[in-house]
């Protein structure tokens, strides 16, 4: 079959023309298409698809296992994360300082999803089921990219270090209570080599997020600095691509090559999206990068 790529971001993010979902989760040379430009481009855009929740779940399950929503979020046990601000009981919107919009605003913290998992993601598969007229947008940006962009004597440090990963520390940063205990049981810290290297194309890349806290090694404050210091190059003006929703469309990124960040919207429009996320195998490159080590 023929598909056509465009490449939208800077050096990466493609939008897919010709194939669907459809297509990936009942043809196998549709899925070997696909699975190529995602390797090479970190990023697809399918633009007005027919999803479902169980379209979107069998597409995803082409690439790997699919994760199960984590503890105390919407979805949670099912292979389904509900973001949204609409109150499932009331139909109406959560009002101001509700969890769901709190939890909306850690993820426009720049990140990468379930590193502070084990195993943690391959990727993820997002759909817009209800935009808001404006606002609302995900960014994007390439730590393969950014890795290249590196001084080669940072790279060599960089490669065999060990970052460590929580979801509490993140949530932190916009609420002290925001992660509840049993998140925090279920989510322990866990560390993770700080380079991922792709196996199909042997090309490295920068792996943290706002979920990162220390460093092997280092010292808390010069731990956090590091990080704060290559999430600004990694996002730096000019490296990143922001993506303006539709209804309809389904966005694949790399968890392993990349961080996103969502938009805020309106407060009184309504946002609803679905996203799956696929889990890492040895085969994805993930047995370089253990032995996970969960804090003790």
């Known amino acids: 079959m023929g598909i056509e790529v465009e490449q939208l971001g800077p050096g990466f993010f493609a939008e897919l023309r010709g194939v669907g979902l459809k297509d990936v989760a009942e043809r196998d040379d549709a899925y070997a298409l696909v699975r190529a430009a995602f390797e090479e481009h970190s990023v697809l855009l399918f633009r007005d698809q027919p999803v479902t929740d169980e379209l979107q779940a069998a597409y995803s399950k082409r690439f790997g296992p699919l994760e199960t929503a984590k503890a105390a ?25 509700h969890k769901e919009e709190l939890r909306a605003k850690a993820n426009q913290l720049w990140h990468t999803d379930s ?8 990727a993820s598969v997002l759909s817009a089921r209800i935009v808001p007229p404006s606002g609302g947008e995900t960014e994007f940006a390439s730590t393969r990219l950014a890795w290249d962009r590196l001084p080669a004597s940072l790279r060599v440090k960089l490669e065999h270090a060990y970052a460590w990963h929580d979801y509490a520390h993140s949530r932190g940063k916009i609420a002290p209570q925001l992660a509840s205990e049993r998140e925090k049981a279920a989510m322990p810290p866990v560390s ?8 199909e194309n042997g090309r490295d890349a920068l792996y943290i997020a706002s979920h990162t806290f220390a460093i092997d090694s280092m010292t808390d404050d010069a731990a956090q600095a590091l990080i704060a210091e290559l999430t600004a190059l990694a996002t730096a003006e000019g490296h990143t691509y922001q993506h303006r929703w539709r209804a309809g469309d389904v966005i694949m990124w790399d968890n392993r090559a990349g961080l996103h960040r969502g938009r805020p919207w309106p407060a009184d429009k309504p946002r609803h999206m679905v996203r799956t996320t696929i889990t890492a195998t040895d085969a994805d490159g993930l047995a370089e990068m253990w032995p996970a080590r969960a804090a003790a």
């Not at 949670?76 to 009002?95: F, H, M």
């Not at 590193?115 to 391959?122: M, N, T, V, W």
């Open 73 to 97: 979020s919407l979805g949670e046990g099912t292979p389904y994360s509900i973001l949204t601000n609409i109150d499932r009981a009331t139909g109406g919107l959560v009002p101001p300082g």
């Open 192 to 199: 993770w080599r700080m380079r991922w290297r792709n196996p």
């Open 115 to 122: 590193c502070f998992k084990i195993p943690p993601a391959l």
